[in-house]
């Protein structure tokens, strides 16, 4: 089974930077786009950025200027580099993958998640 290994969360300063890494564990027919969500406590879960295998990126307007998703397809391995963070970013990350793992089988992929904490 695919598994999403999600790495890089932690406790960072306000104005500081920080860089998330997720690892595709298993085989994948194909891969439509990856991406990173977010869910802070009382909210929904929110898009923060994507990249279709195309190379397309889409960015949430409150991240917009300040991360940088991007992605290794060797190593099938996507990064969400995160800068001038601040308290609002405080979240627990998720990675996402839509594809397919046959050719007859779409779905979404998720991380188990990881925390990041911007202090104020």
């Known amino acids: 089974q695919v598994r999403l290994v999600e790495s890089g969360g932690g406790l960072v300063q306000a104005g500081g930077s920080l860089t998330l890494t997720c690892e595709v564990a298993g085989s994948m027919f194909s891969i439509v786009a990856m991406g990173w969500y977010r869910q802070a406590p009382g909210n929904e879960r929110e898009l923060v950025a994507q990249?279709?295998?195309?190379?397309?990126?889409n960015y949430g307007d409150s991240v917009q200027g300040r991360f940088t998703i991007s992605r290794n397809n060797a190593k099938n391995t996507v990064y969400l580099q995160m800068n001038s963070l601040k308290y609002e970013d405080t979240a627990v990350y998720y990675c996402?993958?839509?594809?397919?793992?046959?050719?007859?089988?779409?779905?979404?992929?998720w991380g188990q998640g990881t925390q990041v904490t911007v202090s104020s």
């Open positions: 996402n993958l839509k594809g397919y793992e046959t050719p007859r089988s779409h779905d979404d992929y």
């Open positions: 990249v279709t295998s195309g190379g397309s990126t």
